[in-house]
């Protein structure tokens, strides 16, 4: 699952023009990765239809490890 | 010695005394204002004003092309550059600034631009008693210290910035700039009022580390209010009023609620009314524009509302095709145009997509020549469309297809 969810980033960051330069682990908090509002706008989308789960619908994320949660008990 | 104006990005801490004296300065000043400095963006302003010229307020970001589609081009420019001088005689203080607005709010004038209806932004021209008319000016106000989240150059900044100046309230420009600074400039400055949008708000609260319980006020408009984050919200901003109010581009903001329902307030029922479901108003609360599509006296709002009751009512959905990104409306028109043209695209269609995060936003549908490569063509479309177009309208998501089975709603089309 979480490789899942790191290539998404990946591919956000690297539309952005960026590279992702940390290794994504459960404890990284969202805004530390510098994801903007846009981001994780298209994060949730992205997600939404590899998963068909909304990661935010319940209110908020911030750690990599909450979207796991919420994507382990949904799917 | 009370400060205008804090922004600790740009490291700007400035007095109301120094404010007021850039204010009177003498030299050459613009009509026409795009600064990406929000602090130079007020000061012309009311330099403009103190000089009984119309301000035409441009965003920092909008492209040439996008200039060039108001007709507007660096000669429109500078046929806006007036000299400013001997006006230090006029105005001995700030307050003498202050009075000259409120006296002259049926006189002055700014041109704001909107995201339009027909494939570009529309000019709307406000009367600074419009701006203004929400303004209150209380002692129980004269503390408060206003953290800044909006675009300045649209109309919900404008109220925000008016409603602290005419407090001589201090205003801390928290926008567009990282939460977790954010966060540090409301324990920094004590802020004690807000006015964002929801999506805002939602980028916020994960920043927040300890309850904010200096502040008393918090204000959210531009988009629905998700009752989501109210849990998150009483933990963090526990001495916090919360409001929402309804704010339409065309008037600024008109009601205010407590939680999702509205009502109208006797002061509006000659001006704002409900007809079929859809919320009008009255022209007098208007700027003016050549894109208003008026009833007879009439302003259609495309805003569709649902009762409760006989009186309360909240809103549902809006009529037109605007998506609202996060509070900013984008035109689906404008956007599609711009892709029509790129090289390899046969066509497209440009919707809004529903978003926790952000309300909607914005996806585009390409349908590409078979020959061109999809990621040559992808590449393209991101690179020319974030030259010519302003960041909350650029598709987020490109998906091509074969043909078109959504409709620009998101809906499946019918065949």
């Keep these: 699952m979480i490789k899942a969810v790191t290539e998404i980033i990946k591919e956000i960051i690297e539309d952005n023009g960026e590279k992702l330069t940390v290794e994504i682990t459960k404890e990284i908090q969202l805004r530390d990765l510098g994801l903007s509002s846009f981001d994780l706008a298209t994060l949730t989308v992205k997600i939404e239809d590899e998963f068909d789960v909304d990661i935010f619908e319940d209110g908020l994320v911030s750690t990599i490890g909450e979207i796991i949660e919420v994507l382990e008990a949904n799917v | ?415």
């Design chain 2, 1 to 415: 010695m009370i400060f205008f104006w804090i922004d600790s990005k740009r490291k700007l801490e400035v007095t109301y005394e120094s404010f007021f004296q850039k204010i009177i300065e003498e030299g050459v000043n613009n009509r026409y204002i795009k600064n990406s400095n929000p602090y130079i963006v007020f000061l012309n302003l009311i330099r403009n004003c103190i000089s009984g010229k119309k301000s035409i307020i441009l965003d920092a970001d909008f492209s040439d092309e996008e200039l060039l589609a108001l007709q507007i081009s660096k000669n429109t420019y500078s046929e806006g550059e007036f000299i400013q001088n001997n006006l230090s005689e006029k105005f001995k203080s700030f307050e003498d600034i202050l009075f000259f607005i409120k006296e002259n709010n049926e006189k002055l004038e700014i041109d704001i631009y909107t995201s339009g209806t027909t494939g570009r932004p529309k000019k709307i021209t406000q009367l600074f008693k419009n701006l203004t008319r929400a303004v209150k000016v209380r002692d129980a106000l004269k503390d408060s210290v206003w953290g800044f989240a909006y675009n300045p150059t649209h109309f919900a900044g404008l109220q925000v910035f008016f409603q602290a100046l005419f407090n001589k309230n201090t205003i801390v420009y928290i926008f567009n700039k990282g939460f977790d600074e954010v966060y540090l400039d409301f324990v920094g400055y004590n802020i004690t009022n807000m006015s964002c949008t929801p999506t805002f708000m939602k980028m916020l609260l994960p920043s927040i580390k300890e309850d904010l319980i200096d502040v008393k006020s918090l204000t959210f408009g531009g988009e629905k209010f998700d009752s989501k984050i109210e849990k998150e919200l009483k933990k963090k901003f526990s001495g916090a009023t919360v409001k929402n109010i309804y704010a339409s581009t065309e008037a600024g903001s008109l009601l205010k609620a407590e939680g999702e329902f509205f009502l109208i307030p006797n002061r509006y029922t000659e001006v704002v009314k409900i007809e079929n479901n859809e919320l009008l108003i009255h022209k007098e609360l208007l700027g003016t524009s050549e894109s208003f599509n008026l009833k007879g006296d009439w302003y259609k709002t495309g805003d569709i509302v649902e009762f409760k009751d006989e009186k309360m009512f909240k809103f549902k959905n809006r009529k037109s095709e605007m998506i609202n990104v996060g509070g900013y409306k984008v035109n689906p028109s404008e956007v599609e145009a711009i892709i029509k043209e790129i090289k390899g695209v046969e066509d497209v269609i440009v919707f809004g997509r529903d978003n926790s995060v952000m309300g909607k936003i914005v996806v585009a549908h390409i349908v590409k020549n078979k020959k061109e490569d999809k990621k040559e063509v992808k590449e393209r479309v991101k690179k020319i469309t974030s030259s010519k177009l302003q960041d909350y309208k650029l598709p987020r998501l490109i998906k091509f297809v074969d043909s078109f089975d959504l409709t620009r709603t998101g809906k499946i089309k019918k065949q």
